[in-house]
């Protein structure tokens, strides 16, 4: 379902009484290009798996997760270290460049690997407010494309940490009227599974690996 204007406002009448810097701006297509583990640029439609930058404890790539307390839609989670996840493909705001850039919005699309029992959308948003502990979790049934006010919650940014390793930013400028609301992405336990939230501290850092197979050629395999 669609977030409506009035969501909008909602979420930021929160995230206002928080200490979240605020900003507005607007993506900027020359910024420069992320790259992946082997130095190349990150293509928009190509999957790639997201990986932690911590080896060891800080676990491994990003997958959909079903919490018991409600499987759907399903979460952003982390998988153990040493194993990648399930593979995600990006998608610019501006549909007309073929290359992820840094402060750019995008949308982040999981590429499902199986059968799915929830019907819904694989595309990170924000929402699922915990009221007990004060945070967005990242989840799923976002909304690919038509950037505005109603698709908000769907676009996050990414920001350079190192030579390889970025971090998500959840601060969408692709509503002009909107206010752009700046948190980054960290990871937390919701008391079942390490999911993604926003986060008024530092963003947690992963890199990205190319899938060698395409999309269409994962998900063909998956139905066979």
């Known amino acids: 379902m669609k977030t409506t204007t009035a969501s909008v406002f909602l979420l930021f009448i929160i995230f206002s009484i928080t200490p979240s810097s605020f900003s507005f701006g607007v993506a900027n297509t020359t910024n420069d290009p992320v790259l992946d583990s082997d130095g190349n640029e990150v293509q928009t439609g190509t999957p790639y798996y997201v990986v932690s930058s911590i080896w060891g404890a800080g676990g491994g790539g990003l997958a959909l997760g079903r ?14 270290s040493g194993d990648d996840g399930i593979p995600v493909i990006f998608s610019n705001s501006d549909s007309n460049d073929g290359v992820v850039r840094l402060s750019s919005d995008i949308n982040i699309e999981f590429v499902t690997l199986r059968p799915r029992l929830c019907p819904t959308t694989t595309v990170w948003k924000v929402d699922d407010y915990d009221h007990s502990a004060g945070k967005w979790w990242v989840i799923t049934n ?3 494309g038509n950037p505005g006010a109603n698709t908000l919650t769907s676009w996050f940014r990414i920001e350079k940490v190192s030579d390889i390793a970025y971090k998500f930013k959840y601060c969408p400028a692709v509503c002009e009227t909107c206010p752009a609301l700046c948190n980054e992405v960290w990871k937390d336990s919701d008391g079942e599974m390490p999911r993604l939230v926003l986060s008024t501290g530092n963003g947690w850092p992963f890199y990205f690996r190319k899938v060698e197979k395409s999309a269409m050629e994962i998900q063909q395999v998956v139905h066979i």
């Open 142 to 144: 976002g909304v690919k």
């Open 67 to 80: 919490p018991s307390r409600k499987p759907c839609p399903e979460v952003v989670t982390q998988r153990r």
